[in-house]
């Protein structure tokens, strides 16, 4: 078992940036990713960081978002640039006890822990 407490959300203007963070209880066993869900849309992968540091990203937030992770603080990061109206969402970190295969790392079905969430609001 594995909790999960994001920080960081809040509103930006467009072209702005954000960093989110979330702290985890113990996560050096787990994949770890950020998803978000927008009013009446599903929840989509947005950025993980597998058990060997190697990132993936959606395609809409590529060369904007980063996500790092910080072992000695067990925690993880999205650093969030240039965002866009389309980015206002709530957003999840999640851990997942199987590391999904490449092609199915942003899938949200793949994750089995999950926080509670941090809204964020761009406006243009």
């Known amino acids: 078992q594995v909790q999960l407490v994001e920080s960081g959300g809040g509103s930006v203007q467009s072209g702005g940036s954000l960093r989110l963070s979330c702290a985890a209880s113990?996560?050096?066993?787990?994949?770890m990713g950020w998803f978000r869900q927008a009013p009446g849309k599903e929840r989509e992968g947005v950025a993980v960081?597998?058990?060997?540091?190697?990132?993936s990203y959606a395609d809409s937030v590529k060369g904007r978002f980063s996500v790092s992770r910080d072992s000695a603080k067990s925690t993880l990061y999205l650093q969030m640039n240039s965002l866009k109206p389309e980015d206002t969402a709530m957003y999840y970190c999640?851990?997942?006890?199987?590391?999904?295969?490449?092609?199915?790392?942003?899938?949200?079905?793949?994750?089995?822990?999950w926080g509670q969430g941090t809204q964020v609001t761009v406006s243009s």
């Open positions: 999640a851990a997942a006890l199987i590391e999904p295969s490449w092609w199915s790392l942003l899938q949200p079905d793949k994750y089995n822990y």
């Open positions: 113990t996560y050096s066993r787990y994949c």
């Open positions: 960081i597998r058990r060997d540091g190697t990132p």
